[in-house]
């Protein structure tokens, strides 16, 4: 058995929600290894993202967005409103603050703002999977005709660079 890894970075936007159809990236490391049978794990290490599985819909808005990722964010919004102060949610509290301000982190500016993301951090739990797995088989994933892999940012306050690594193994 042989097992590879593959990191991919992905740039944000911020004002909404980020959106990131993957298939691309994924087909070709598990083509680049040459593995025929495996099983492929894919996974993100930001507690304000998702990964999923779901059908390209073709129609987008004028950001981009297909459709059903709007859809998305719309039942989303009336379940878990998008933070826009202090106090709208119980967190932050003023321990994660301090310790927020406390950082010494590019990637997390020691700014009370940037800890207005409760919304994302709700929205990933309930969204659920930071990852997924994929069977492999005859060096192609078991995921239908239709089927994509998104990766999606919940956190809407900055641009960020974003991580998923790829974890193949099989022979």
């Not at 087909?27 to 495996?38: T, W």
């Not at 930001?46 to 859809?71: I, Q, R």
């Not at 069977?135 to 005709?145: A, C, D, S, Y």
């Not at 999606?152 to 991580?163: G, I, Q, Y």
Request: hydrophobic share 35%; with cysteine; aromatic share 10%.
């Amino acid at each position: 058995m042989n097992i590879y890894h593959h990191a991919i970075k992905i740039e944000t936007v911020s004002g909404r929600h980020s959106y990131h159809d993957i298939t691309n990236e994924l087909n070709q490391f598990i083509a680049q290894s040459n593995i025929q049978n495996g099983q492929l794990t894919i996974a993100t290490t930001h507690t304000t993202c998702s990964l999923f599985f779901d059908e390209c819909m073709h129609d987008t808005n004028f950001f981009g967005d297909e459709y059903l990722h709007v859809d998305i964010n719309n039942v989303l919004e009336q379940i878990v409103p998008k933070m826009t102060s202090e106090n709208q949610y119980n967190s932050p509290g003023p321990k994660h603050i301090e310790f927020g301000l406390s950082l010494n982190d590019p990637n997390y500016p020691a700014e009370k703002w940037v800890m207005l993301n409760t919304d994302a951090h709700i929205k990933s739990s309930l969204f659920g999977s930071f990852s997924l797995v994929l069977i492999i088989k005859n060096g192609k994933p078991l995921m239908g005709e239709l089927g994509r892999i998104y990766f999606v940012d919940w956190d809407s306050l900055r641009e960020r660079t974003r991580n998923v690594n790829f974890m193949l193994m099989g022979c």
